[in-house]
T-cell receptor, first 114, second 113 residues
Framework: DADVTQTPRNRITKTGKRIMLECSQT?????MYWYRQDPGLGLRLIYY???????NKGEISDGYSVSRQAQAKFSLSLESAIPNQTALYFC?????????????FGQGTRLTVV | AQSVTQLGSHVSVSEGALVLLRCNYS??????LFWYVQYPNQGLQLLLK??????LVKGINGFEAEFKKSETSFHLTKPSAHMSDAAEYFC???????????FGTGTRLTVIP
């Protein structure tokens, strides 16, 4: 099993619908992140969490919300999806000493908003 | 503020040729530097990282990168490209105390048989 698991892997949804992307990890890491990948733009940070009671906005949080249900679970929600949220979404985790440690990524969720 | 610039969104090399992917960073303090690789339909995985110490860093699959402070660069190289190296490569930077990685825009490597 993968260390960082994202569900679903692919999703097509309609404009205005609410959708949740889920991420779970078996690394035992406290730090979890949601990134969005768009062609030519690299990865941009949406939200991050350093423990269950900690939620922080990233670079592009507008239109998104998150929930840290447990140390191992971090969900991303689009309250009312719009077409420009069509992208590849990645969840990532890091250990507590995040400065020099590597991030572990899920396989991504490809979201299409029509 | 920190930022990462990857020159060349697409790079093509022949099989067996040298691979050179460029990365320059902007940071007011010495950063931690990373190269990640993304194979088709997969997440990112770490190729190599520079934290402190030796400036020439060796990674997986024969890749290496050299941290050059004077040039604010961290270019990725591999002496001989293999077909399996075809992927997208991301340079990333984090400064001490920062909460997350900052990624470059990525370079897609194509290997021509």
């Amino acid at each position: 099993d993968a260390d960082v698991t994202q569900t679903p892997r692919n999703r097509i949804t309609k404009t205005g619908k609410r959708i949740m992307l889920e991420c779970s990890q078996t690394k035992g890491h406290d730090r979890m992140y949601w990134y969005r990948q768009d062609p030519g733009l690299g990865l941009r940070l949406i939200y991050y969490s350093f423990d269950v009671k900690d939620i922080n906005k990233g670079e592009i949080s507008d239109g998104y919300s998150v929930s840290r249900q447990a140390q191992a679970k971090f969900s991303l929600s689009l309250e009312s999806a719009i077409p420009n949220q069509t992208a590849l979404y990645f969840c990532a985790t890091e250990g507590a000493r995040a400065g020099a440690t590597e991030a572990f990524f899920g396989q991504g969720t490809r979201l299409t908003v029509v | 503020a920190q930022s990462v610039t990857q020159l060349g969104s697409h790079v093509s090399v022949s099989e067996g040729a040298l691979v050179l992917l460029r990365c320059n960073y902007s940071s007011s303090v010495p950063p931690y530097l990373f190269w990640y690789v993304q194979y088709p339909n997969q997440g990112l995985q770490l190729l190599l990282k520079y934290t402190t110490g030796a400036t020439l860093v060796k990674g997986i699959n024969g890749f290496e990168a050299e941290f050059k402070k004077s040039e604010t660069s961290f270019h990725l190289t591999k002496p001989s490209a293999h077909m399996s190296d075809a992927a997208e490569y991301f340079c990333a930077v984090r400064v001490t105390g920062a909460n997350n990685l900052f990624f470059g825009t990525g370079t897609r490597l194509t290997v021509i048989p």
